[in-house]
Each structure stands twice: as structure tokens, then as C-alpha cells.
């Protein structure tokens, strides 16, 4: 009874405030020219991660295509829902989510919104609980992250293996953003190779609980530096790049993640490669094509969705053979790197 | 006369303010090759729905508006009070997120309880929490002296460490391999003021895309406690007397750390109550976002902008709420990026406290005040000056 009351006050309420605010409506025109939506994460356009190679898909599609292609960057978590709605609510043909934090968002908007077609990289839509909604116009882009983690695992393990790295004492590390699966995926396949190349080898892992603090990487990656790690992958966005910054300073080596990061820090070797500029491109050209496919795809070494960079640096060619071979093993299928972390 | 005239000169700053904001931010954007006013008009048209060009609906954009605002209010508030007390209350954040956490643990753990019951505990126990954090500070100050700007910034970071504890790796995580919490049960959330229904098309879409809550309603009832509480209270005269002067209220009799408490608790408690809202009217959970909200932090301005009045915190925080919605929108219909908005913020809040217009008015003949007038009505600047006045070595609280 309260609650019907409080509604229609609030539907008064509404009214009037429409009364002064009339807006005009979208109208169809006869050549269709499709229209993208681009939702960045709080890592923002600037991150030279995920988000900024996100962009680049679009821009790409946007020059291949002739698409109207728009970005709205987060500024907080409570900016997901009304920048996919807005997006959503004016006409936008494909409405992209970058990043895994963003599955709640896309699963409440994609309900409301079952005409417009919705990508989200790194997740699916969900409900509160986490669980999968399944929504027939929503696209999950999923990577195996693994491939790539495995690649620069390969490099840390031949590299220490030999003895040319400082500490030499068999100790390389990672540092974790939060414990969520596309970060352990990345974790899985790096500790996995390294150890395959030095079955003696030890892999620290650690986790600032951050994606965009630099200073709380940092300090994770100075302790595992202090425990003689010689190679510290970042696998935490723009935190990590504190943990680059922590390698360059202590005089080890440090890997980049998502995007190549070769100028984030001199001691940047190598950096494992999320394609998710391939993905959004993808997923644009399949609206394009009318061609949408809802659920999970996901890319990997085999499309060339996933791999690798070496930056900084030459690899000694003994090294270089085995990244090679290595990578030609995955790509054909015959190894096949895991998803959880080895223990 | 003079109740019109004291009511422009109090508004003169504040909207000068703003237009000294948005004439610098319309230099800066034209600076950059953008142009200003398209860019104001995708921030009227995100912010108010009002003129909008790439079919933007207006009843969405109102309802983003409020959503953000809405919290804006009751830390504002939590800030303003220990303004009037000479106190500087920059932990509106930690204490929301102390109600946030509250509120999300008392609505899982007694998740099946009805509304009539649930509802008032998960609110009244985000008061709680984000009181006892803003009483930290208070007590802190008024039995050892520490300062609060620096306790409170303290506690902020130890609020938002305990949320990433809670929600990876502790009690309230979902699941492992998670960043959020359990949703709060259905009996915790305030209602919102559709139905949250996908298939009612109202104004032309889906019901449930219209965030507004009741919270509103609650938020603006806080802000006009506020009100009574400052001005028609015993309680309120003895806060407005210590941040006038402590001596002079000690020797009237006010027990100043008393007051120092009290006006604490009661501050928390207003952030505290925002942290319920957010989760109990917009979230329903915890997640990871409230590591990267800065609602508390903005209510310093809004409290500054409104001059430490309830009708000028709701009004500064519509203005805000606003921005904040408007800034997407005027990023995609614009191409200016909506960093612009942070920009319109910062220089808001840098020409009330650099009181660049007290400064041209002394420079301009025409609008220097003549004899006999009012006082000058500069609230803010006033606000600070009795903070510092409040911290002069010798003034401690005893």
C-alpha cells in the first residue's frame, strides 16, 4: 500500500519534471549506418591496457566499415549502467562492455534492451549472484590468456634457467590485480611454461587487490624482488605498471600484460598480448555482417586472439627456437597451457 | 529589503562561482580544438535531458541525475555540520563506506527478514557504523588533540582496506575468484520509484532502466534535519558557538569536547546513512566500484558550494549530480573527453576558496558595499576562518 503510493508520487514526479524537458526522438534513416557503443572500464582510455586497445578495434571497424563508432569512459563503477543505457537507449546497434568488471552492468542493461546487440570483453552478462544470464543478445569475448602468460613463461624460465639475470637464485614472480580468472589464467600459463623450461624453478605470486593504484603494485613486487625474483610479470592493469616501475629501479626485468608496454618502463622485456583490440573488431564486424552470434568466444593463440612481444630486448636465439616451437605447439593444438595455476 | 538583499549577496558567490568554473572550462575545451559549446550543451542535455540531439531520453537522464545527487546530499551534510563546529570532516568517504558495509552485512546475514523490519536496521545500522568511524576522529580531537582532517583521511584508507578485505578473500565474498558481495535480501532494498520491471515501457522504454529510489525522499528529510537541527536546537547553537569561538563557548558553558563528539557522530552518521542508500536503493551489493567512488570527496565541494545550507547543499548537489551525468554524454555527442567534468569541479572549488569575486567586487567602484549595508555574506570563507581560528595553538579543546 505505501510502496504502490510512493510510486505513483514518484510517477507524478517524473511527469512534472518531463513537462519542462521535452526531448526530440531518434529517427531512421533510409542507408544504414551501424552505430558502436564503447563502455571503457575506470582504467579509462588512457590505460595503455585493455581499454586503449579496445579503442583501436573500434577506430579500426570505424575506418573498415564506415561505422559510427563512440566511447563514454567510466569515471566510477556507478557509471557502467548509465553509460550502457544511454548508449542502449539512442539507437546504438552494438553496445561493448570492456572488462570483466563490468558483468553485472551488461547483464542488467542487455535485459532491458533485448533489440541491441551487447559484447562484453573478459565476462558474460550476470545477475547479482554471478550467475550467467545467458541473454541471447549478449557476446562474451573470452581469451585464453594462458596462451599468452605461457609465452612470456617460456622466456622467464630459459632466461633464468641460464643464469644471465641478477639474483640468478631460481625466482621469478607475478603480480596479481584481484584474484579473478582472466588475471589467474595469465598466472596459470606463466608459472606453467617457466616451470616446464626449469622444473627447479620457484614462481612467486602476489596480488595488490587493485587494478589502478601504482603504488600498491609497487610494493608487492619490491617484496617479491627482496625474495630474489629476477622476472616480475604484472598482470594488474594500470597498477601493474608500479610493479614495472619496481623491476626498473631494483635492476631486474619485468614483463608487460594486455598490450605491449614497452615504453611503460626500460625494463620491460616482454609482453604478453590480450588481442582485445581483435575481439572488438570481431564483434563489430559480426553485427556488421548480420552475423551475430550470442554466448561465449573466445581467442586464444589459434586465432591469433592471443600472444606475445618481446620489447627491449633481443632474445638469444637458442631462446627465440623455443618461444617459437613452443608457440607453433600451441597453435597446433598439441600443447595446451592450463587455466588454473599450477601448484 | 534587506532579507533580498543578504539572500543575493549569499547567492553571488556560489554562482559566481560556477560561472567562473564553466567560463575557464569553455577556454580550456576551445584551447584544445573542442568546442565549448557543444560541449555544455551535451552536458545540459546528460544532465537535465533538456535539448538534446542524438535522442537522448530526457526521463533517463533526469533519472541518472538524481541517482548520482542523491548521495551527494547526506555526505554533504556530513561534512557541512562540522564545518559550523570549525571541524573539517574529510572522511565522509570512509564513513560511507563504513555504512555501505554495514548495511550489506546486516542485509545478508538477516536476509529473510520482511521490509517493515529489515529495511530500518540495514539503514539504522549503516548510521551506526558510519558514526562510531567519524567518532573515532571525534574523540580523538577532543581528548588528545589530534587533528581531524588527519584522523579522518586515516580512517578513509582503512575503510577502504577493510571493503577489499571483506569482499576478497573475507566474510562477504560472493565466491572465491570474485570482487563483490552477496546481494542484500529483498526485504533490505528501498524501493524504487517505477516498478523495476523490463517489460513496463514508460517514456518510451523499459521501467526498470529509471534508477530513482526513495532514498531521495530520505536524503532530502536528512538535509532539512540538518537545518533544524543547526538553527532550532540547543545542540546546534552550542556547535555553531564552538566553531565560532571555543573560549567564548567554554565560558558560556558548552562543553566543548562534548560538542567535538557529538557533532562527529552525528556527521558520520549522515555518511553512514548515504552508504545504506547506495546499497539498499542503487547496488544491492558490494563490489569492487566502491574502491574507485568518490562521493565523500565530493561532497566537500558540495558542502562548500552550498555554503553550509541545507537548501544550498541540494542545490549544489543537483548541480553535481548533473555534471556527473552529463559528462558521458557529452563525451560521446561532443568528443570531449568527460575528464572536463573533474576540470569544471576543481575550479569550482577553487574560486570559493580563493574568493576570487570578494576580490574583483573590492576592485570594481561600482559594487563596493556602501556604509551602512550588511556585513558581507561570505559564508564559506567565513566557515574557514573559524576552523583555523578553532585550531590556533592554545585553543585545544579541554
Known amino acids: ?343 | 529589503m534587506t532579507i533580498v538583499r543578504r539572500v543575493v549577496g549569499g547567492l553571488a558567490m556560489p554562482l559566481g562561482s560556477v560561472v567562473f568554473a564553466f567560463v575557464v572550462g569553455g577556454l580550456i575545451v576551445a584551447a584544445t580544438g573542442g568546442n565549448p559549446f557543444s560541449a555544455y550543451a551535451g552536458l545540459v542535455c546528460g544532465g537535465f535531458g533538456i535539448g538534446c540531439t542524438q535522442g537522448e531520453n530526457p526521463a533517463l537522464q533526469i533519472s541518472n541525475t538524481i541517482v548520482f545527487l542523491t548521495p551527494l546530499i547526506t555526505t554533504g551534510v556530513a561534512v557541512a555540520l562540522p564545518f559550523r563546529a570549525g571541524l573539517f570532516n574529510i572522511g565522509a568517504e570512509g564513513q560511507l563506506l563504513a555504512g555501505s558495509m554495514a548495511c550489506t552485512a546486516i542485509g545478508i546475514k538477516f536476509s529473510s527478514l520482511p521490509t517493515p523490519i529489515l529495511l530500518p536496521m540495514v539503514l539504522l545500522g549503516g548510521m551506526v557504523a558510519g558514526a562510531l568511524w567519524a567518532g573515532v576522529a571525534g574523540v580523538l580531537k577532543a581528548t588528545v588533540g589530534a587533528h581531524e582532517v588527519v584522523t579522518t583521511i586515516m580512517m578513509n584508507y582503512i575503510a577502504q582496506w577493510l571493503l577489499r578485505y571483506l569482499i576478497i578473500g573475507g566474510p562477504l565474498q560472493l565466491a572465491a575468484g570474485t570482487s563483490k558481495s552477496l546481494p542484500i535480501g529483498p526485504g533490505a532494498r528501498l524501493a524504487t520509484l517505477l516498478p523495476s520491471d523490463n517489460s513496463l515501457i514508460v517514456f518510451g522504454l523499459p521501467a526498470s532502466v529509471y534508477r530513482v529510489h526513495s532514498g531521495l525522499f530520505i536524503a532530502i528529510v536528512a538535509a532539512a534535519v540538518f537545518a533544524f537541527l543547526l538553527w532550532r536546537t540547543t545542540l546546534g547553537y552550542e556547535i555553531r558557538a564552538v566553531g565560532q569561538s571555543q573560549r567564548a563557548a567554554r565560558y558560556a558553558g558548552v562543553s566543548v569536547r562534548r560538542t567535538i563528539i557529538v557533532t562527529m557522530l552525528i556527521a558520520g552518521a549522515f555518511s553512514g546513512l548515504a552508504g545504506a542508500i547506495q546499497i539498499a536503493g542503487v547496488d544491492h551489493n558490494l563490489t569492487d566500484k566502491y574502491f574507485s567512488d568518490t562521493t565523500g570527496f565530493d561532497a566537500i565541494a558540495v558542502a562548500l558550494l552550498g555554503l553550509g545550507s541545507a537548501v544550498g547543499i541540494v542545490l549544489a548537489s543537483l548541480l553535481f549530480g548533473a555534471l556527473h551525468a552529463g559528462g558521458s554524454v557529452m563525451q560521446s555527442d561532443a568528443g570531449i573527453s568527460s575528464n572536463l567534468v573533474l576540470v569544471l569541479q576543481a575550479l569550482i572549488l577553487f574560486s570559493i576558496a580563493a574568493n576570487f569575486l570578494g576580490a574583483i567586487r573590492q576592485l570594481i567602484p561600482g559594487l563596493r558595499r556602501q556604509a551602512g549595508a550588511p556585513p558581507p555574506e561570505t559564508p564559506a570563507a567565513a566557515l574557514m576562518t573559524e576552523a583555523a581560528a578553532a585550531s590556533e595553538p592554545g585553543s585545544q579543546a579541554t
Open chain 1, 1 to 343: 500500500m505505501g510502496q504502490t503510493r510512493l510510486r505513483l508520487l514518484g510517477l507524478v514526479a517524473v511527469a512534472l519534471m518531463l513537462a519542462a524537458a521535452c526531448g526530440g526522438t531518434s529517427s531512421n534513416t533510409s542507408t544504414k549506418q551501424f552505430k558502436i557503443g564503447l563502455v571503457t572500464d575506470i582504467g579509462g582510455l588512457n590505460d595503455k591496457s585493455f581499454n586503449h586497445l579496445a579503442d583501436v578495434g573500434l577506430l579500426k571497424a570505424v575506418t573498415d566499415f564506415n561505422v559510427k563508432g563512440d566511447v563514454k569512459e567510466s569515471k566510477t563503477g556507478d557509471d557502467y549502467i548509465p553509460n550502457l543505457t544511454n548508449f542502449a537507449s539512442t539507437g546504438y546497434d552494438l553496445v561493448i562492455g570492456v572488462g570483466f568488471l563490468m558483468q553485472e552492468a551488461v547483464g542488467t542493461v542487455s535485459g532491458q534492451f533485448p533489440n541491441v546487440h551487447f559484447a562484453i570483453i573478459d565476462g558474460s552478462g550476470t545477475d547479482a549472484a554471478g550467475n550467467d544470464l545467458k541473454h541471447a543478445n549478449v557476446a562474451s569475448l573470452f581469451f585464453r590468456e594462458q596462451d599468452a602468460g605461457a609465452m612470456v613463461g617460456v622466456i622467464s624460465g630459459m632466461l633464468e634457467k641460464q643464469g644471465k639475470l641478477k639474483n640468478n637464485k631460481g625466482v621469478i614472480s607475478a603480480v596479481g590485480g584481484v584474484s579473478i580468472p582472466p588475471v589467474n589464467h595469465y598466472i596459470a600459463g606463466y608459472k606453467w611454461a617457466a616451470t616446464m623450461e626449469d622444473p627447479g624453478i620457484k614462481v612467486l605470486v602476489g596480488y595488490s587487490n587493485d587494478f589502478t593504484d601504482p603504488a600498491k603494485c609497487k610494493g608487492v613486487a619490491q617484496q617479491q624482488i627482496q625474495g630474489n625474483s629476477d622476472v616480475v610479470f604484472q598482470v594488474a592493469g594500470g597498477c601493474g605498471l608500479g610493479a614495472l616501475q619496481a623491476a626498473g629501479q631494483a635492476g631486474v626485468k619485468s614483463i608487460g600484460v594486455d598490450a605491449d608496454q614497452k615504453d611503460a618502463d626500460p625494463s620491460v622485456i616482454a609482453s604478453a598480448l590480450k588481442k582485445v583490440d581483435v575481439a572488438t573488431y570481431t564483434a563489430i564486424k559480426s553485427v556488421v555482417n548480420g552475423q551475430f552470434a550470442a554466448g561465449a568466444l573466445t581467442f586464444d593463440i589459434q586465432n591469433d586472439g592471443a600472444g606475445y612481444q618481446v620489447d627491449n630486448f633481443t632474445l638469444p636465439a637458442d631462446i627465440l627456437a623455443e618461444v617459437t616451437k613452443i608457440h607453433d605447439e600451441i597453435k597446433a593444438g598439441t600443447l595446451t597451457p592450463p587455466a588454473d595455476i599450477p601448484a
